[in-house]
């Protein structure tokens, strides 16, 4: 059955969680070396589940670039500075030294992301920096349900950005993050099963 449209104004105006689940208190600044750009699709805008728009409370440094806007075109001029890649897989991955200074994430579906590497030059020109691969997730239910097999959402493969760039204390922080938005989506989900335990 289709779910219908979702009540923006009962829920947080940050987080966009109901306020019984809010996801704020368990936001905390994470700093980090590695600077990062978000390029949110129109379609994630006000999108509840949205994980990059967590990523950007946790962030301070976080530059927000919402695309294909209607009627709006987006300020790219970020992509052309020095020492920026794009978070996107590759069999010819970016040296990781020296460390990329900026990276840009994709904040779509994957088809919709692969639809913007095809139509912004500027980030077909960009070094792509490649996540590794995983086997598709078992045991805890994920916010939204993959379009790949082994897929992350935005928030997740920030983390694994981090991991993979020596900021292991940042990648924690946004895995525990994830871990608390995971845990409320559950819970909302089964209201009756009370409090679940916070994912490890």
């Given at each position: 059955m289709?779910?219908?449209p979702?009540?923006?104004?009962?829920?947080?105006?940050?987080?966009?969680?109901?306020p019984?689940?809010c996801?704020?208190?368990d936001?905390?600044?994470?700093?980090?070396?590695?600077?990062?750009?978000?390029?949110?699709?129109?379609?994630?805008?006000?999108?509840?589940?949205?994980?990059?728009?967590?990523?950007a409370l946790?962030?301070?440094?976080l530059?927000?670039?919402?695309?294909?806007l209607p009627?709006e075109?987006?300020?790219l001029?970020a992509?052309a500075?020095?020492?920026?890649?794009?978070?996107?897989p590759?069999?010819?991955p970016?040296p990781?030294?020296p460390?990329?200074?900026?990276?840009?994430v994709?904040?779509a579906t994957?088809?919709?992301?692969?639809?913007?590497?095809?139509?912004?030059?500027?980030?077909?020109?960009?070094?792509?920096?490649?996540l590794?691969?995983?086997a598709?997730?078992?045991g805890?239910?994920p916010?939204?349900r993959?379009?790949?097999?082994?897929?992350?959402?935005?928030?997740?493969?920030?983390a694994?950005a981090?991991h993979?760039?020596?900021e292991?204390?940042?990648a924690r922080?946004?895995?525990?993050?994830?871990?608390?938005?995971?845990?409320r989506?559950?819970?909302?989900r089964?209201?009756?099963?009370?409090?679940?335990?916070?994912?490890?």
């Open positions: 289709a779910r219908g979702v009540d923006l104004a009962r829920r947080c105006a940050r987080c966009l969680f109901p019984e689940a996801l704020c208190p936001v905390r600044p994470v700093a980090t070396r590695t600077r990062f750009l978000v390029l949110r699709h129109a379609s994630e805008l006000n999108r509840p589940t949205n994980s990059g728009r967590w990523a946790a962030l301070p440094g530059r927000l670039v919402d695309y294909a009627g075109e987006p300020d001029s992509l500075e020095p020492g920026t890649v794009v978070l996107f590759s069999p010819h970016a990781l030294v460390p990329p200074r900026q990276v840009v994709l904040d994957w088809a919709q992301a692969r639809r913007m590497i095809q139509r912004v030059p500027a980030l077909q020109t960009l070094p792509r920096l490649a590794p691969e995983r598709a997730a078992g805890a239910d916010i939204r993959p379009t790949v097999a082994g897929g992350r959402c935005t928030l997740e493969a920030m694994g981090l993979l760039l020596g292991a204390e940042a922080a946004l895995d525990a993050l994830h871990a608390a938005a995971l845990e989506s559950w819970r909302l089964r209201p009756s099963a009370g409090p679940a335990a916070r994912c490890a």
